[in-house]
Structures are given as C-alpha cells and as structure tokens.
C-alpha cells in the first residue's frame, strides 16, 4: 500500500514513559507506517509527559515503590471496577484540565488519526475529541494481555488487542464488536523473519548439541536473575547461558566475574540490540512476563519460564500464558534449577510449548495496525468526495 499520490497521512502516536513497552510498540507502528507510506507524517510523543510532566514523575515514582515495597496494593488497585469508578471524578478533571495542551498538539500535528499504546493518553484524546466533535479517528492499542477498564472510552473507533479472549472481555464491557481488532501487539518486523542459526551459533560461540537459556528481566534487569544463574550453573544438565543485565550494572559485573570461572558457557550483555537473534538461538526464555517481550518470544515460538511474576498486568500476562500452554511459572528462586533441569530432561513437553508459542505469535501485529490506520484514513478520504456527475451526449 503506498498512498503517496493522494493527500498526505497526519498520524500521531502517544505513548508514556520513554524507557517502556508502550514506547516500544508506537516506534513498530511508526515504522510499520512509513514503509507502507514513505510520506506520511507519524511523530511520537509521550503524551503524559507533555501534559502532565511533573505528575508523569510522581506516578512514576509512586509506582516503583508501591511495586517494590507492596506489591499487593497494585494488584488490588489493577482493573478494579470500584476503583475505576470512585476515581472517575479525577479522571474527569485531568482529561478537562489537558485539553489546552491537547489543543496545542493538534494544533501543532493537524493529525486525521491518533494512536495511544496507553490508557491515559487515549482517554485524554478521546474527551477532547468528543467535546469538540472532532472528525478524527482514535485507535487504542492494548501492549499486555490484561485488558482494564481504563481503555474504555466513548470516540475510540478501534481497539487493537493481543488475543480472542481480550476481545470477548471488551465486549462484555459494552464495546462493539466490530471496534476490535484481535491483531496483536506490534514488535519490530525483524521478529517475523527466521534466522539462519548457523552463523548466530558460530559468532556467539555456542555448541549445537547444548540447550541455550535467555534470562532476560527487561531494561532493569529486575528480577532474580542472580538466582536463577547461581541455581542452573549447578544443575547436572550441560547448558548455555545468555543473559541481558540492562541497566543493572552490579548484576552485569557479577556475570562477567562469574563467567570467568563458570563451568558452563555464561554470555553477558549490557543491552543487546539482536535479541531476535538470541530468541532464535534460544531453547527457552527465562523473563519477566512484559507484553512486548511476550509477544517478541511467541513471534519466535520461544517458551518460557516466569519467576516469580508481579501482581497486576505481569501475573494476568502470566495466566495467559499459562492457560495456553506456553510457559511454566516457578513461584521462589530455591527451585529454579530443578524445574528447568526438569523441562530442559522433557522433550516431548518443550516441543509442545513452542507450538503453542507459535500458535499464538502475531509477528505482523505493527504492519496490521499500519495497514487498517491508513486504509480507514483512504476510505474516509473516498467518502468525503463527491462523485462527477456522468456526461450523457444526446444523439
């Protein structure tokens, strides 16, 4: 689809947080947007942080800590429909109080569609779009397998959802069914190719006749990474190990330390930029269960192994998960050897688990969501000219 002769497409994309998986979808969606239409205009912005920079910071940090110090709190608090109904009120006033800052993007983008990766940027388009009538399609694009009441807002034309059962969930809701959109949630495209494991094998230096493990816990490396590595390094199971740190640098010096005198082969990475190529070499992912991160592992049909999952959207991505038969959860680190040693002795059980991975991978997710954006942006365009009408020569 290249719509470059027509009238060119304004597409704003709002996310929150810079380092996140909300950011990480609208960059594939962006992407996905200029290559199916090079001229069209499709700037990102995080739209908490434009409206509401210093509360973007106090929510933030409140978060961490409620994670960090009580975790269960957030689990109370996430899609609870009596919290969602006692805070309409300051929701209310918040989405009123942006409209000014809303306007100035508007303004600024002139865009014929918004797309937001997150609920509160979403609800803020969706209030001012209706109170000033706009003619302006809103897409909300769901990036974890736990739909919350939050999303749902009168003038959001499309939902774009991971999975059948969230669409089911909306539509108990009261959403329309044909507002959704069972597409995904959009990764890099580099995730829908199959890699050649020969020249990753031989640059890594990994052994063929190994299982390959990927410990991963997002760009923090939150989670018991430590743990599980001390734990499979004294399994009796020949293994390989490959683990991205993130921003922990403690961790990540204690990996190069512990690699030195390792007896089984230990990688460490900072950041890597060729995860897909790591997924590809990769036997099982050990992660937190983060949507993007998710659906980049089912893309590559990788199963999994969660320890430990938070409460709120981590624990509903890992029921998901579960309930579909692609990955185990190991509940305390004192197991964690045992269970993979386990799994890594049970073939038959692995095999089955990346089907079920690939089964439910939707590695095209960003071009989808591009493809319906700007066709929805032609049609509307088709609907607003009028017809020629039709010369009859009179004989």
Same mark, same amino acid.
């Given at each position: 689809?290249?719509? !470059?002769?027509?009238?060119?497409?304004?597409?704003?994309?709002?996310?929150?947080?810079?380092?996140?998986?909300?950011?990480?979808?609208?960059? *594939?969606?962006?992407?996905?947007?200029?290559?199916?239409?090079?001229?069209?205009?499709?700037?990102?912005?995080?739209?908490?942080?434009?409206?509401?920079?210093?509360?973007?910071?106090?929510?933030?940090?409140?978060?961490?800590?409620?994670?960090?110090?009580?975790?269960?709190?957030?689990? !109370?608090?996430?899609?609870? +429909?009596?919290?969602?109904?006692?805070?309409?009120?300051?929701?209310?006033? /918040?989405?009123? @109080?942006?409209?000014?800052?809303?306007?100035?993007?508007?303004?600024?983008?002139?865009?014929?569609?918004?797309?937001?990766?997150?609920?509160?940027?979403?609800?803020?388009?969706?209030?001012?779009?209706?109170?000033?009538?706009?003619?302006?399609? $809103?897409?909300?694009?769901?990036?974890?397998? @736990?739909?919350?009441?939050?999303?749902?807002?009168?003038?959001?034309?499309?939902?774009?959802?991971?999975? *059948?059962?969230?669409?089911?969930?909306?539509?108990?809701?009261?959403?329309?069914?044909?507002?959704?959109?069972?597409?995904?949630?959009?990764?890099?495209?580099?995730?829908?190719?199959?890699?050649?494991?020969?020249?990753?094998?031989?640059?890594?230096? $990994?052994?063929?006749?190994?299982?390959? /493990?990927?410990?991963?816990?997002?760009?923090?490396?939150?989670?018991?990474?430590?743990?599980?590595?001390?734990?499979?390094?004294?399994? +009796?199971?020949?293994?390989?190990?490959?683990?991205?740190?993130?921003?922990?640098?403690?961790?990540?010096?204690?990996?190069?330390?512990?690699?030195?005198?390792?007896?089984?082969?230990?990688?460490?990475?900072?950041?890597?930029?060729?995860?897909?190529?790591?997924?590809?070499?990769?036997?099982?992912?050990?992660?937190?269960?983060?949507?993007?991160?998710?659906?980049?592992?089912?893309?590559?049909?990788?199963?999994? *192994?969660?320890?430990?999952? /938070?409460?709120?959207?981590?624990?509903?991505?890992?029921?998901?998960? $579960?309930?579909?038969?692609?990955?185990?959860?190991?509940?305390?680190?004192?197991?964690?050897?045992?269970?993979?040693?386990?799994?890594?002795?049970?073939?038959?059980?692995?095999?089955?688990?990346?089907?079920?991975?690939?089964?439910?991978?939707?590695?095209?997710?960003?071009?989808?969501?591009?493809? $319906?954006?700007?066709?929805?942006?032609?049609?509307?365009?088709?609907?607003?000219?009028?017809?020629? +009408?039709?010369?009859?020569?009179?004989?």
């Amino acid at each position: 689809m290249n719509l !470059s002769g027509s009238q060119k497409r304004r597409i704003l994309l709002l996310y929150i947080s810079k380092v996140s998986g909300h950011r990480q979808a609208t960059i *594939a969606i962006q992407r996905a947007l200029r290559k199916l239409d090079p001229n069209v205009e499709a700037p990102s912005i995080n739209g908490f942080g434009y409206t509401y920079p210093f509360l973007e910071k106090v929510v933030n940090s409140a978060y961490m800590a409620v994670i960090r110090r009580a975790p269960h709190i957030w689990d !109370s608090m996430y899609d609870n +429909p009596k919290l969602v109904k006692r805070s309409q009120f300051i929701q209310n006033f /918040l989405h009123k @109080a942006s409209h000014k800052k809303i306007a100035q993007l508007f303004k600024d983008y002139q865009p014929d569609t918004v797309v937001c990766t997150q609920a509160f940027p979403c609800g803020m388009v969706a209030d001012y779009k209706i109170s000033h009538s706009l003619d302006v399609t $809103l897409v909300a694009v769901l990036t974890d397998f @736990a739909p919350h009441s939050f999303w749902i807002h009168e003038g959001i034309d499309y939902y774009i959802v991971p999975a *059948a059962e969230l669409k089911d969930r909306f539509v108990k809701k009261g959403v329309p069914p044909d507002k959704i959109k069972v597409y995904g949630i959009p990764i890099r495209a580099k995730f829908a190719v199959q890699l050649d494991k020969n020249p990753i094998r031989e640059k890594l230096g $990994l052994r063929a006749d190994l299982p390959t /493990l990927l410990l991963m816990g997002g760009g923090q490396g939150l989670g018991p990474i430590k743990e599980a590595v001390t734990s499979l390094l004294r399994v +009796p199971t020949d293994l390989q190990m490959i683990v991205i740190a993130g921003t922990n640098t403690e961790l990540l010096k204690w990996l190069q330390d512990t690699a030195r005198t390792s007896p089984k082969k230990l990688i460490s990475y900072e950041y890597a930029n060729n995860v897909d190529e790591l997924m590809e070499m990769a036997t099982l992912i050990i992660t937190k269960p983060g949507g993007m991160t998710t659906s980049e592992a089912l893309a590559k049909g990788l199963p999994m *192994a969660i320890i430990n999952p /938070l409460p709120g959207q981590e624990m509903r991505n890992t029921d998901f998960l $579960l309930n579909k038969g692609i990955a185990i959860r190991i509940d305390g680190t004192e197991d964690i050897g045992e269970e993979i040693d386990l799994l890594l002795r049970s073939p038959e059980r692995l095999s089955a688990m990346r089907r079920a991975a690939s089964d439910h991978g939707k590695p095209h997710a960003a071009s989808d969501v591009a493809s $319906l954006i700007l066709q929805n942006a032609e049609d509307s365009e088709d609907e607003g000219v009028e017809e020629e +009408p039709s010369v009859v020569s009179e004989a």
